[in-house]
Structures are given as structure tokens and as C-alpha cells.
């Protein structure tokens, strides 16, 4: 399973931009789908998670400002950021995974840097 991130760039705060992440298996295999960010000198945290059945997570610094969506038809997640702000500059990693016979395999995509500045 390959997932590749993009997206990611440049924005002033306030302003807004839509990362995808493309799966290479079917996303009615996975348990759960979402995104991560890493900021230099942080913990991975999350940011939004979708796990199958229909619920969706987000992280406190997401609530309000990001919405993430799917499109199962492309095999694609998407991660809408709106009103970014520079604490928000990070390098945002989508990922997946599925469980089988009681093992969960996790996949996490190469990530796509999103830097919030004027």
C-alpha cells in the first residue's frame, strides 16, 4: 500500500489551502484514513482521523477551521484548511490503516510541508 501526499506550500495567514493524499488500495479496506502533522521540535499529532463506519476526529487545532473528505471513487483523502495560521506550519503526513486477524497495519504517506507565513 503506497500513499502519496500533495499540496502542500506557501500560505499567508488566514489564508487557505487543500491537501491530497492518493491510496493505491481500496479505501473500503482500511479501518481508518486521516492526517497528521509534525512541526520541528513537536510530537506527530493528529489532525483529522475518519474511521470507517462514518465518524470523523479532529484535533483541537483543527476543530472549526479544517474539514477532511474522501472521495472513494479516486481512492483519495482530502484535508481542507481554512484561516491558517503559522502554528500550523508543519510537515502534514496522510495514513491509513487495516486490521486482520487482530494486527493493525499502519501506512503513513511521505508527507507535504505546509508553511504558514507573511
Known amino acids: 500500500v503506497q500513499l502519496q501526499a500533495s499540496g502542500g506550500g506557501l500560505v499567508q495567514p488566514g489564508g487557505s489551502l487543500r491537501l491530497s493524499c492518493t491510496i493505491s488500495?481500496?479505501?473500503?479496506?482500511?479501518?481508518?484514513m486521516g492526517w497528521y502533522r509534525q512541526a520541528p521540535g513537536k510530537q506527530r499529532e493528529l489532525v483529522a482521523t475518519?474511521?470507517?463506519?462514518?465518524?470523523?476526529n479532529y484535533g483541537d487545532s483543527a476543530k472549526g477551521r479544517f474539514t477532511f473528505s474522501t472521495d472513494y471513487a479516486k481512492n483519495v483523502v482530502y484535508l481542507q484548511m481554512n484561516s491558517l495560521k503559522p502554528e500550523d506550519t508543519a510537515v502534514y503526513y496522510c495514513?491509513?490503516?487495516?486490521?486482520?486477524?487482530?494486527?493493525?497495519?499502519?501506512?503513513w504517506g511521505q508527507g507535504t510541508q505546509v508553511t504558514v507565513s507573511s
Open positions: 495514513h491509513a490503516d487495516q486490521r486482520f486477524q487482530g494486527v493493525t497495519y499502519d501506512y
Open positions: 488500495a481500496s479505501m473500503h479496506s482500511f479501518n481508518a
Open positions: 475518519y474511521i470507517s463506519g462514518g465518524s470523523t
